[in-house]
């Protein structure tokens, strides 16, 4: 079935380092990626996409890369700075052939915590 | 700020009890789809609409139903709610209805007593 998953639930890190988070999905037929950034009482907030043609898509402070060979997806963030501690969601969207609607599965998330 | 806004901000009711959330689509969208997201999870896809039609399901049972207007705005109704319905419900607006783009308003907390 359908799944996506988390390697690692929390993340910590010092304002400045780069951070990685990571994400193992299971579906084939997924046909888009996206990185969604979740902070406290907020609804979860677009980052980055990734179409499962590309490997690797860069936006400000962000990159994000996948692998379809061992179907794992990754976001890196650049000199993370406090304002990026949150929860970060990995989401697929499965183009289940003459499928009309977007629906996206998401992982469980990891907490990532920047300490200044 | 993404444009979408729900209500309530939070809610509580007892169990058996029936409710109904509400959902303002970002401007220009036509599509609002509904999450439901436990303590600790990411969001589960309950359904989405698409020009006041049901254009897709989740798996949630039928006591999970919805609705659409002209104007894109969007209800999620639950009936006979149990415990396990406590959760942050959340809905996405986007501009067609295979889009993966969907921009999250910021949810409504549902506790079941």
């Known amino acids: 079935g359908e799944s996506v998953g988390l390697h690692l639930p929390t993340l910590s890190v010092q304002e400045g380092d780069n951070s990685i988070i990571n994400c193992a999905y299971s579906?084939?037929?997924?046909?888009?990626f996206i990185w969604y950034k979740q902070e406290s009482g907020k609804g979860p907030q677009f980052i980055i996409d990734i179409r499962s043609n590309m490997d690797k898509r860069q936006g400000q402070r962000v990159t994000v890369l996948l692998n379809k060979t061992v179907k794992h997806l990754s976001l890196q963030i650049a000199a993370t700075q406090p304002g990026d501690s949150a929860v970060y969601f990995c989401?697929?969207?499965?183009?289940?052939?003459?499928?009309?609607?977007?629906?996206?599965?998401f992982g469980q998330g990891t907490i990532l915590t920047v300490h200044p | 700020e993404t444009g979408v806004t729900q209500s309530p901000t939070h809610l509580i009711k007892t169990r058996g009890q029936q409710v109904t959330l509400r959902c303002s689509s970002q401007?220009?969208?036509?599509?609002v789809s509904w999450y439901q997201q436990a303590l600790g999870q990411g969001p589960q896809f309950i359904f989405q609409?698409?020009?006041?039609?049901?254009?897709g399901r989740g798996n949630f049972p039928p006591r999970f139903s919805g609705l659409q207007f002209p104007n894109y705005s969007s209800e999620l109704n639950v009936n006979a709610l149990e415990l396990d319905d406590s959760a942050l419900y959340l809905c996405?607006?986007?501009?067609?209805?295979?889009?993966?783009?969907?921009?999250f308003g910021p949810g409504t907390r549902l506790t079941v007593t």
């Open positions: 609409y698409y020009r006041e039609e049901e254009n």
């Open positions: 996405a607006s986007s501009f067609r209805g295979n889009s993966y783009e969907q921009y």
């Open positions: 989401a697929e969207k499965v183009n289940a052939g003459g499928t009309s609607y977007g629906k996206l599965t």
């Open positions: 579906n084939s037929a997924s046909d888009y």
């Open positions: 401007s220009g969208h036509n599509t």
